[in-house]
């Protein structure tokens, strides 16, 4: 690929799933119009469906990181909520590798007050502590909250009354300010929720992505 046929921001979804990787594009579209710049969405095929227990983690980082080091783009977005490889890729050098969920993070942490985050299980709640932690916005959380429920049933509405049963706790029990999706194919539910609650609901997709344009328009 030549460099002016690149992306200027690759949208890697980690798992397989090309049902989330559509969503993501459909719930982006609109937004990314004003950035004016060249977005691709993938997906790794030799991931699992769904990122969700410690061993799919684990394949994830290496797959992520793999995967970067074979593609060419001026960003790369890890659209997975445990952000994937991004430690691994700056390591080796990429300076323009966002997770989702650090970018996420951040701009809740700008939004006013303390943020809420609908994980997908326990296990994702546990290993977020690590991830807020270094981004340095442990004092900014209000909770973390499990929704219990699997990758690819949350792309359904029937999904939402879980959602935002969990949602109005954040905000009525732990005074969440602003809740962030926490998990790259919940997109779908964001307008509707945001709508819902008159607080800043935030995808975590839209988040990379909105961080990566950023910094190329700084380029």
Known sequence: MN?????????INANSSCSVTDNMKVELAGPTKIFKLKIEYTE????????????????????????????????????????????ELRALGYKNVYGIAESAMHMAANSGGKF??????????????????????????????PLDMGVLELEHMSARPKIVETANKLIKDYDA???????????????????????????PCWAGVAMAAAALGMA
């Open 116 to 145: 809420g985050i609908l994980s997908i299980s326990k296990t994702s709640v546990i290993r977020h502590k690590d991830q807020i932690r270094d981004a340095g916005l442990t004092e900014m959380l209000a909770a973390d909250l």
């Open 44 to 87: 790794i095929s030799d991931a699992p469906a769904a990122i969700e227990t410690t061993e799919d983690v684990i394949l994830a980082h290496k797959l992520t990181t793999e995967f970067v080091k074979k593609v060419k783009a001026r960003s790369y977005i890890i659209a997975c909520f445990c952000d994937p490889g991004v430690k």
């Open 3 to 11: 460099d002016k046929d690149m992306p200027d921001i690759l949208v």
């Open 177 to 203: 300010k602003s809740i962030i999706l926490g998990c790259a194919g919940m997109g779908v539910h964001r307008k509707w929720l945001q709508d819902l609650l008159g607080i800043p609901v935030i995808d």
